[in-house]
Structure formats: structure tokens, C-alpha cells
């Protein structure tokens, strides 16, 4: 009897009957979108965004609607996320590839941390910020097509020379090519040439022509690209392995380009404007940080000298950003769609997520990398089929940090987790009780979540080990053994249910009370009535920069 099931069984995996059962490990799909902060449906970041596929992701899982990132800004977001470590703990707060960086480089991604646990790991798109080829057993779309296409101006030895968008007015078109561009696709680029005239030049990736005749007749964009990609892997899958499929959408991280039909959803007309307090600015500590030559204050003012007419400029780019929102969403339904219609919906678990949030011009300020909100708020989905309870938020403040120990609980990774011989706990918590109860109390992390916006991003500090022969700010890496007063001199933004609390590296102080001030209107650092709730929240914060 033993025989002829053992029999059965090999011939119905032979005629493609689903053996994915067989093993008890789940299959894993990520979703991670770039620069995407709460404007979705479900997460109810504007009144306009139409999600359609990440409101349904979210009513079939779990999500979290107190989710954070643990620093601002793309790289070094993403190495803490793909390894567990805070920013701080690692000191990396630039643009230091993972590999690289002298403390991440000890310390496995979970990528590697699949593989060695008899996943097959398949992916395309941005996840890492530096990607590494050999964490994969499949690689997709090449990565240098990950941005664009660009407009350009002109052709020179090394290609075709990018350049902002020739439709966005000065001073802002300048800002630089990435940041300061956003359009449809069928506002074809053009220049003026030697006589005046204007001559159309139109879209490229640099040395690769990209071609548009109309929104009907063009190449796909990356993001069209990864997400048929990864919907290619999902059908023609056959392995008996269980899986670690990712795919990593660029879009809505500028330069805001998609096809006209997104902008077309929302009307310039008919733009509701995010709700800003005038003056917003002027009780806040941001500026004596990073003076008026920060990027996200920068940006502002010069979209404003753009399109000095009333709000048309904030207008205009909010039309883009969920236009390219309203993209991307349908790019995560055609993966979603392709693992609906596949033998693994049962058994695969889906992680949605951002590496950051984006701010709309509140507090004067257009850009990523602040301790506010907007730009650490993010969507955060998990969807285990075996697990979740369905449409149910999760109000407890959570962050990318809690993902890589989730993921160890839920598939039961087993490892070490650095490459060295030393030991390392990962600074997250597991979300898995939240997706059995999402109001449990039994939950091993802490009250809030914290983000950094560290020392070296912008501006340096002396004395803190950077090499002033380095180029930029950006490649700052600050190797070696420093004092405990070393995690004093960055910039700390502490979220809980009920308040956001900011310590700034000059001592200087942020208290909002978010659950009656969710705009964060108001901060009452100086107000007495308020120092029991601001030397709590400090303490909790420096207690969670203190541990070891």
C-alpha cells in the first residue's frame, strides 16, 4: 500500500498536480515600491489616490497603519531593511553600498538567509540599493534600466546627454535631472536650438534609445517590465523548493513620468492640495540642523519660483506623483493577479511595502528625509494565508526593522546571521502575533518605532571620523569603535500610537500630540504642561539607541 502511494504521488507531480504542499515552509513574494509614503486608499494619506490593488492586498491580509521607516532616505533604508540592524547601530547613513559598509558587511540579508535555507530566491527591480547577483538563483530585468526613461538634450562621445524636463519651468527643472523632472510621456522633450526653433529630442536610459510614438505604440517602462518579469516566474514555476520571489517598483520615485492616462485620472483642476498650516515651519528646529540649503526646503522654494501662480506648482507635481502612484498600483495587480491564478495563492505569503515616505510641501517642504509624518509614515501589508486575519488594521506602531525577524518566524529560517564569528540578535520584533490578533497585547517590541536622520547625509560634522578627502557627504563611512555620546550627535524621530517625539543632534525638541494634531500643527516641546509625556518618550527612545 506504502508503494502505490509513493507511486501516486511522483505520477501526479510528473503530470504537473501541485507539489508545493509537500514542503511546510511557505513561499514568499515581496512587493517593495520606492519613495511611496501613505497614499493609498486603505492608508488614507489623500482623498484622490486610486489604489485599487493595494486596497485589495490590504482587506485580504493585514495591515499596519502605524507603519514607519527607520531612516528617510533610500539606501540606507533598504540595508537595514534586507539586514535587521538599525541605521544607527551601523552608522550607515549614506549611500555606502551594504557589502561595503563596515559594519553591514558582517551581517546577512535575508536574501542569503532564504538561499541557505533551501529557497530558491528570484528577483528584479530596486530592492537593495547596490544589488548583488550571486543572493539570487534568478535575476530579471538588468538593473541599469531601473530609472527613466530620461529626457535628453543632445548627444555627445557618451551618449545622449540627460536632462530635466524641458516642460518644467526654472529654477526648479535644475534642482537636477532626477528630482526636478515629472511629466506624461506623451509630453515629448525638446530644446532650442542655435536659431531659436525648437527641436524635439525625445526619451532615453543614457546610451539606450527608449521609444514612444504614442501610449500605445512604445517600449514598456522598467516597472512594466518587473512586474511581467515576476508574473513569468510565478506561472512557470516548477521547482519542488519553496520560494523567495521580490520584485522592487522605482515609481513614484521621481522623475515622475508615466504614461498620460494616470495623469489623466486626476485633473489639474480638480487637485485637492495636502492640508498645510502657513507658518508651519517656524516652530519647528529643522532648519537650525540642516539650514535652508537642505534639499526638501530647497526644493519648495524653488518649485514655488517655478510656477509663482497661486499653488499651480504643488499642484502639478502632486498630479504627477499619483499619477505615477496610480501606476505602480497597477503594476502590483498584474503580479497579484499572476499569483491569484497560480497553484501557490494558498501558500504564499505576501509582503507589501516602502522604503520611505514622500512630503508634499507641508512645512515648506517637497522632498523625502525629514522627522515628520509624511516621510516616515509608509504601506505596509502582510498577507499570510495561513495566518492573517482578513481586513484588519493594525494600530500599533511598527517599522522595516520588524520585517526580517516576521519572516525567521513565519518560513523558520534557521542560521547564522552574521559572517563572522560574532553573535547578533536582529533589532526587530516579529509582527506574527499582530496577524492572529491585531490587537494583541503580546507583542515583544516596543511602544514606538524609531527613525534617524543621521550625521553625514547632508551636512557632516567634524570630529566624527569622516574623511574630508572624500568627494561628497554621501560616501561618508565612519569605521571603528566610538563612545556612547556618538549616538547623541544624530537626528531621532520617535513615533507612538499617540505622539511623535523628535531629538534633534543639537538638543533641540519636537512633541506632537498626533492623535489630536495628526497634521503635527502644533509642537509642544516648550510647553510645561506637556514634560511628563516628553521625558517618557525620550526615554524610551534613548533606551532603545542605548541597546546593545
Known sequence: MKFYFILLLSVSCLLGVSCQNQHTKPNILLIMVDDLNDYQGVFGGHPQAKTPNIDKLATAGTRFVNAHTNVPVCSPSRNSFF?????????????????????????????????????????????????????????????????????????????????????????????????????????????????????????????????????????????????????????????????????????????????????????????????????????????????????????????????????????????????????????VGVVLEALDKSKFKDNTIVVLVSDHGWQMGEKDYLYKNSPWERSTRIPFIIKDPRNSVKNTPVSHPVSLIDIFPTLVDLCQLEGDLTKNEKKFELDGNSLKPFLNNPNTNRWSGQNGVLTVLGVGVNTPIEGLGYNKNKAAPWHIEIEGDLDKSYIYKQNYSYRTKDWRYILYRDGSEELYHTSVDPNEWHNLANDNNFDKEKISLKAQLTSIINKN
Not at 138 to 151: D, L, Q, S, T
Request: proline fraction near 7%.
Open 83 to 331: 539586514t535587521g540592524v538599525y541605521p544607527h547601530r551601523s552608522r550607515d547613513f549614506g549611500w555606502t553600498p551594504h557589502f561595503k559598509q563596515h559594519v553591514l558587511k558582517n551581517h546577512k540579508t535575508f536574501i542569503e538567509l532564504f538561499k541557505e535555507n533551501g529557497y530558491k530566491t528570484l528577483g528584479t527591480g530596486k530592492l537593495l540599493h547596490v544589488n548583488v547577483k550571486s543572493y539570487w538563483d534568478k535575476w530579471g530585468v538588468p538593473e541599469r534600466f531601473n530609472y527613466g526613461p530620461h529626457a535628453y538634450s543632445g548627444i555627445d562621445q557618451n551618449g545622449k546627454r540627460l536632462m530635466g524636463h524641458s516642460s518644467v519651468p526654472e529654477p526648479f527643472r535644475s534642482i537636477n535631472i532626477i528630482d526636478g523632472s515629472f511629466a506624461p510621456l506623451s509630453d515629448t522633450p525638446v530644446v532650442t536650438d542655435s536659431l531659436g526653433k525648437l527641436k524635439t529630442t525625445g526619451w532615453t536610459y543614457g546610451k539606450k534609445t527608449y521609444r514612444y510614438v504614442n501610449d500605445n505604440d512604445r517600449d514598456l517602462m522598467p516597472d512594466e517590465q518587473h512586474a511581467l518579469w515576476i508574473s513569468e516566474q510565478l506561472k512557470s514555476y516548477h521547482s519542488s523548493e519553496p520560494f523567495f520571489m521580490a520584485v522592487g517598483f522605482v515609481n513614484p520615485h521621481t522623475p515622475l513620468y508615466a504614461p498620460k492616462k494616470y495623469f489623466d485620472l486626476f485633473p489639474l483642476e480638480e487637485i485637492v492640495l495636502p492640508k498645510i498650516k502657513e507658518g508651519d515651519i517656524n516652530d519647528t528646529n529643522y532648519r537650525n540642523v540642516y539650514p535652508d540649503t537642505e534639499m526638501g526646503i530647497s526644493y519648495f522654494q524653488k518649485l514655488k519660483q517655478a510656477y509663482p501662480n497661486d499653488n499651480e506648482g504643488l499642484k502639478r507635481f502632486l498630479q504627477a506623483y499619483l499619477a505615477c502612484v496610480s501606476f505602480i498600483d497597477d503594476q
